[in-house]
Nanobody
Framework: QVQLVESGGGSVQTGASLRLSCAASGRIYEYGKMGWFRQAPGKERDFVSAIVWGGGSPYYADSVKGRFTISRDNFKNTLYLQMNNLKPEDTAVYYC?????????????????WGQGTQVVVSS
């Protein structure tokens, strides 16, 4: 089974930036899509951003549009999430996910492989 390993989380103050990485054990271009989700304490796992291979522009949750950027490096088999202007409401465990199919890209249930998560804490 493909393994996904996230890194790059941490504790920062409001307005800071972090870049999350997701290293895959397999070739990421063999997936239909890859994405980032997050889960705050006591809340459900929410969609953050996704890339669909051959699907045009990336997808973003409204709450992160203009602040977060998803990207990938096929040679390094790594997915990234650049997070700028972080806010306290961005505090959560961030998960990387990969799906064999392309759509839908925003539904957690349509992803087949998940990482263990990386914690992001933003203080005011």
């Amino acid at each position: 089974q493909v393994q996904l390993v996230e890194s790059g989380g941490g504790s920062v103050q409001t307005g800071a930036s972090l870049r999350l990485s997701c290293a895959a054990s397999g070739r990421i271009y063999e997936y239909g899509k890859m994405g980032w989700f997050r889960q705050a304490p006591g809340k459900e796992r929410d969609f953050v951003s996704a890339i669909v291979w051959g699907g045009g522009s990336p997808y973003y949750a409204d709450s992160v549009k203009g602040r977060f950027t998803i990207s990938r490096d096929n040679f390094k088999n790594t997915l990234y999430l650049q997070m700028n202007n972080l806010k306290p409401e961005d505090t959560a465990v961030y998960y990387c996910a990969a799906g064999d199919t392309t759509y839908p890209a925003t539904a957690a249930g349509r992803y087949d492989n998940w990482g263990q998560g990386t914690q992001v804490v933003v203080s005011s």
